[in-house]
């Protein structure tokens, strides 16, 4: 069973910095591309950063992009997110998920098959 745990939200003054993890079980990391999703309430699942297996390439959605970092370290099954200069639209619950093997992109939900439960980050003075 694959299983991923994210931690490291929190409340966070506008301007602050929040690093999260996420830690995945087992055999179910090296190998497979790992991004990271956000969500509002009444909202979609919207896409932060993704990060190929190596680690060599990433993608960031342009409102996050110069602000936030997505690393991994294969060899703990972690993947990262550093966040900062955060603003207050930035609040929302953070999710990481595992990319499909040959998906043919990486911006939709739909072409992550493994998900984290959430942690919130909340922004505000």
């Known amino acids: 069973q694959v299983q991923l745990v994210e931690s490291g939200g929190g409340l966070v003054q506008p301007g602050g910095s929040l690093r999260l993890s996420c830690v995945a079980s087992?055999?179910?990391?090296?190998?497979?591309?790992m991004g990271w999703f956000r969500q509002v309430p009444g909202k979609e699942r919207e896409f932060v950063a993704v990060?190929?297996?190596?680690?060599?390439?990433?993608y960031y959605a342009d409102s996050v992009k110069g602000r936030f970092t997505i690393s991994r370290d294969n060899v703990k099954n972690t993947v990262y997110l550093q966040m900062n200069s955060l603003k207050p639209e930035d609040t929302a619950v953070y999710y990481c998920?595992?990319?499909?093997?040959?998906?043919?992109?990486?911006?939709?939900?739909?072409?992550?098959?493994?998900w984290g439960q959430g942690t919130q980050v909340t922004v505000s003075s």
């Open positions: 998920a595992r990319r499909r093997l040959g998906s043919a992109s990486y911006r939709h939900p739909s072409y992550y098959d493994y």
């Open positions: 087992g055999r179910t990391f090296v190998g497979y591309g």
């Open positions: 990060i190929v297996s190596s680690g060599i390439t990433t």
